[in-house]
């Protein structure tokens, strides 16, 4: 398997502009995780969706940012608009189940730069 | 509180050195912990679960105490190529699995 795959990998944008991130899950994997790096906060979870149904999204700043996942194999996190404290990286993770031992495993991750 | 907190470090050691790396956590009810390796630029990838009674995965060892709510990870003989972040990662119980990252502890092994 290839692993979870993000793209794009970089993007550089402009404060208000809209960002659209992507994300394939593991094949077979039923949960999915969107996070937030920065420096200044660590990794945070934005949201996290079982089934392709969203669980809990207390961790997505505010109604800028919205995220979806249509199918098993597909999620997006878009951002709109943006602005510059939305510098970060954006990573993508799945688990094959919902349990409290599954394992995560990470995308490469997106770096986004807002000017 | 912060729900998990960790020294950022970082720990400068020398290869073959043994490390200690600790990870307290405020939620008592805290059901799963795990440590994740992060190396520069890269993503988080698990290093070993941490179980009840504690567990070895050939150089490391990793440790809960739950009366004081924390873990541990002990890296023995270290190498240069254990230079990386640590993070350590605490699941809440009660059927919900929301993940909970510390901000990591770097390690700089040099030769």
């Known amino acids: 398997d290839a692993g979870v795959i993000q793209s794009p990998r970089h993007e550089v944008t402009e404060m208000g502009q809209e960002v659209t991130l992507r994300c394939k899950p593991i094949?077979?994997?039923?949960?999915l995780f969107w996070y937030r790096q920065t420096m200044m906060r660590g990794l945070e979870l934005l949201i996290y969706?079982?089934?392709?149904?969203?669980?809990?999204d207390s961790g997505m700043p505010e109604d800028r940012f919205s995220a979806k996942m249509p199918n098993a194999s597909f999620s997006t996190l878009k951002i709109q608009p943006s602005e510059p404290r939305d510098s970060a990286v954006y990573f993508c993770?799945?688990?094959?189940?919902?349990?409290?031992?599954?394992?995560?495993?990470f995308g490469p991750g997106t770096r986004l730069l807002v000017l | 509180r912060k729900e998990v907190e960790q020294d950022p470090g970082p720990f400068n050691v020398p290869e073959g050195a043994t490390v200690a790396f600790n990870c307290t956590y405020s939620?008592?009810?805290?059901?799963?912990f795990f440590w994740y390796r992060q190396d520069c630029r890269k993503e988080p990838k698990l290093l070993m679960s941490?179980?009840?009674s504690g567990n070895e995965d050939g150089r490391f060892t990793a440790q809960l105490n739950r009366a004081s709510q924390y873990i541990s990870l002990l890296i023995r003989d270290s190498k240069l190529s254990d230079s990386a972040t640590y993070l350590c990662?605490?699941?809440?119980?009660?059927?919900?699995?929301?993940?909970?990252f510390g901000r990591g502890t770097s390690l700089i092994v040099h030769p």
């Open positions: 993770a799945s688990s094959e189940g919902a349990g409290v031992l599954e394992t995560q495993y």
């Open positions: 094949s077979g994997h039923n949960s």
């Open positions: 969706f079982n089934n392709n149904v969203p669980i809990d």
């Open positions: 939620n008592s009810a805290s059901q799963s």
């Open positions: 941490v179980y009840s």
């Open positions: 990662v605490v699941s809440a119980g009660g059927g919900s699995y929301i993940p909970t």
